[in-house]
């Protein structure tokens, strides 16, 4: 015989797709770069650069040489999930045990709604860090994906590095980058800078004691031009610790994750079998440069 379950709360799983967007595509840096969307399995980013070589025009002939070149950068994504358990009962004794309603047919968990969105939000900012500093050979052995510090920092990745010694300003620092960025982007009007919240705070102070401006108040919003230049220099919280600023243009920076997938989910319900209330959230994510070339990693030396 079928269980029937038209009576049971559906209130979380009703949105669940606003909630699954919340997680996993809201964040700064998400914002920032490009998204790739359907990513549930190993995904080319297919490249094209080309070349132009001149040759002898005074004489008649035709001398061909190759000009386009075609590349990939592949995503591989990672296959993420939270599974947490929720006992109305512990609030029983509890200030907010008025909101526990225990009378059958009225499974619903108290501030059910705050709870999933502080989830939806923590899970938001755990996959800021991941993007820029996640690593799927961690000493801890978490499942990662290769966040974008991972990639540019391996050998042979071929990125511009920038170095500063123990000591240095804020403000030097993010001027070490900059000179550093290849002449071909630096025009870009979607080049940037970016530094952790950390980083920004001491940079936003060493502009101030310098007076290297004049000052615009403005930069409440984590951003604000390096002076003298047309860059804007970007705060983004999965920077925060590393001491690592990063240049490049936004549209070399890929985000992937399975949003079109119905394997990714954020779901939520009463567990009859279990007498308690469940959450499940699946998602896979992966990170990608296209070009390392034109990215700088700052560090100290």
């Known amino acids: 015989m079928a269980i029937n379950v038209e009576a049971l709360n559906n209130y979380v799983e009703e949105k ?17 770069v490009q998204l790739e969307t359907g990513v549930k399995q190993d995904t080319a980013l297919n490249l094209v650069s080309a070349e132009v070589e001149f040759g002898d025009g005074s004489a008649c002939g035709w001398d061909a040489t190759d000009g386009v070149a075609l590349s990939q950068r592949i995503l591989k994504p990672t296959f993420l999930k939270v599974n947490q358990v929720f006992c109305d009962k512990d609030l029983l004794k509890k200030w907010a045990s008025y909101e526990v309603k225990l009378a059958a047919g009225r499974e619903t968990l ?6 999933m969105d502080e989830i939806a939000l923590a899970i938001s900012e755990s996959i800021e860090k991941l993007i820029w500093q996640g690593d799927s050979q961690n000493a801890g052995g978490d499942i990662e994906p290769d966040g974008f510090l991972k990639i540019l920092g391996a050998q042979g990745s071929g990125v511009v590095s920038a170095t500063w010694s123990a000591g240095t300003s804020a403000y030097n620092k993010v001027k070490a980058v900059y000179n550093k960025i290849p002449a071909n982007i ?12 950390d980083t920004y705070r001491a940079y936003i102070q060493d502009l101030v004691a310098a007076n290297l401006y004049h000052f615009d108040p403005d930069y409440k919003n984590g951003e604000y031009r390096l002076p ?11 920077l925060n610790g590393t001491d690592k600023i990063i240049g ?35 998602f ?18």
């Open 16 to 32: 669940r797709l606003p909630l699954i967007a919340k997680s996993v595509l809201t964040g700064k840096t998400v914002e920032l």
């Open 110 to 115: 108290p501030f059910e709604e705050k709870f």
């Open 186 to 197: 630096i025009d870009k009007e979607d080049t940037v800078i970016f530094v952790g919240e």
């Open 228 to 238: 003298g230049t047309s860059i804007r220099v970007i705060a983004v919280n999965g």
């Open 248 to 282: 490049g243009r936004l549209s070399n920076f890929f985000y992937g994750v399975g949003a079109e997938d119905d394997k990714d989910t954020f779901d939520f319900w009463y567990s009859k079998d279990n007498r308690e209330f469940r959450l499940a959230v699946y």
């Open 284 to 301: 896979a994510m992966a990170t990608q440069v296209a070009y390392p070339n034109e990215v700088v990693l700052g560090e100290e030396a």
